[in-house]
């Protein structure tokens, strides 16, 4: 693992999120606290001779989209308001600049694989139609089939040559863009590194014991993390309780032994699986000390896999930077079968430690995820107490209560207006339950989730529905 000193200034991103005639919608991670410039243009090619300026803004280091994951990693959310509306079906180019102790630094030299060929910068298009788009789901790190943002990447660099008709209208990413619950070794291994390495938030797990982010950099449990969790008083293991799933128990399947469990794991994870840039500051070819020949097996299979992940993925920041990427949430991004019974919630949210490390992986996907959805449907109060998470001295109080908000929160579903309208759903966290037998599933939508949806879409000619579940059959 490197030293601190050599981290890259722009560790993430930018990734293009809501897009539409009067906003761009983006976020990207830094390691240190820099002015951020942004410059919006259109043109044939965004060659520097053809282009016309649309935007210009600075953001200053400290600002109220910045969240401070770590000693080194500083999350920017960022809105950029457009004076009179973005011109339509016609390319839009953009750049980042990032100003740190010297001159600015534009993306050609903190990420210069981010543009297509014949392109200086990335871009993309506001479409008067959705003619096309592309869907996409399911994205887990050592399995042995190619990434399928690889196959985005290709369309987008057609749609380069061929022209604005061929640029699609928006990537949607509908479930598991990040897996929590199904980590490879290798991957855990990065993950503790990275921890390190930007110094990511520390924390203590409440219902553990002693289990902290200290300890269990210190013993991440390679291949059995379910030996970790204490016994709930009763009868039953937290594992069997919280992770009981129709199919597989989470903490003692086979394919789940390295489930995250510390806020740092989570957002990590999320850094390891958008961009290349921290994966040269890790090894992982070093198998940690103390496995079983079994586990020594399994973790020397699983770094080719891992290895063939990390090799296409300036593909996928590519991907993220010139199309926009809408999301939601399915299981596997918080935790496998999340919310799939009145049984299963009622016995995962009483067990602190449970309660905590769904808790975690939701504040992940807030972040990462959700909020570039739609920004108008989180409030200054939610932004300002996940600020506030970060500099918490309070031995955990802010991080419960962010978490209780979280859960309760019922704004995860969002509209994207343009023609036809699509209209995403959340199925998860607003699930109808049975009143009679509380282990039966849950409906995907309560009744007010229902109706709500329904008014959207209400005198419409034509809607795109979304849904990570599905909803026939």
């Known amino acids: ?182 980590i490879a070794g290798p991957h855990l291994s990065a993950i503790r590194q990275v921890i390190e390495l930007l110094g990511l938030i520390n924390e203590e797990i409440p219902g553990s014991g002693n289990l902290n982010t200290k300890s269990l950099l210190a013993d991440p449990a390679y291949y059995h993390r379910s030996d970790l969790l ?66 020594e097996r399994l973790y020397r299979k699983q770094v080719p896999l891992i290895k063939d992940f990390v090799s296409g993925l300036h593909r996928v920041r590519r991907v993220m930077a010139n199309l926009p990427c809408y999301m939601i949430f399915d299981d596997h991004d918080i935790t496998d079968d999340w919310n799939l019974s009145r049984a299963w919630e009622e016995s995962a949210y009483e067990q602190a430690m449970a309660r905590r490390i769904i808790g975690n992986a939701l504040i992940g996907y807030w972040l990462f995820q959700g909020w570039g959805n739609a920004p108008h449907r989180f409030d200054d109060s939610l932004v300002q107490q996940t600020q506030a998470l970060f500099n918490d001295t309070t031995e955990g109080v802010v991080h419960d209560a962010l978490i209780s908000d979280l859960l309760k929160f019922e704004q995860w579903s969002y509209v994207i207006d343009c023609f036809p309208r699509v209209v995403v ?6 699930r109808w339950h049975s009143e009679h037998i509380a282990s039966w599933p849950s409906g995907l939508m309560d009744w007010e989730s229902l109706a709500e949806t329904q008014q959207h879409l209400v005198n419409q000619p034509a809607v795109i529905l979304v849904s990570s579940a599905p909803i026939f059959g």
């Open 230 to 295: 204490p016994e709930k008083k009763g009868a039953q293991s937290v594992q069997d309780i919280l992770f009981s799933g129709a199919r597989k128990p989470i903490f003692t399947s086979i394919n789940a032994e390295n489930h995250l469990l510390t806020l740092g794991e989570v957002i990590a994870q999320y850094l390891l699986c958008w961009s290349p840039v921290l994966w040269s500051l890790v090894d992982i070819e070093q198998v940690p000390d103390g496995l079983s020949e079994e586990h």
């Open 1 to 182: 693992m490197k030293t601190s000193s050599e981290i890259p200034l722009l560790l993430a991103g930018p990734v293009l999120r809501r897009v539409d005639k009067h906003r761009v919608v983006l976020n990207l991670v830094i390691s240190r606290p820099a002015t951020i410039h942004l410059k919006l243009f259109a043109g044939v090619s965004g060659n520097s001779d053809s282009v016309r300026p649309l935007a210009e803004e600075s953001i200053p280091a400290e600002h109220a989209g910045r969240f401070d994951l770590g000693a080194r990693a500083f999350l920017h959310a960022i809105t950029i308001d457009i004076p009179s509306q973005l011109p339509v079906d016609e390319w839009i180019f953009y750049d980042v600049g990032l100003e740190y102790e010297g001159p600015v630094q534009w993306l050609r030299e903190t990420a210069p694989t981010i543009s297509y060929e014949g392109f200086d910068q990335p871009g993309f298009v506001v479409k008067s139609r959705v003619d096309q788009l592309l869907h996409g789901s399911c994205r887990k790190p050592h399995h042995d089939d190619a990434d399928g943002m690889w196959g985005v990447d290709d369309i987008l660099a057609s749609a380069r040559k061929e022209g604005v008709h061929a640029q699609p209208a928006m990537l949607l990413c509908t479930g598991d863009q990040v897996y929590t619950d199904d």
């Open 425 to 430: 759903l959340d199925t998860r966290t607003q």
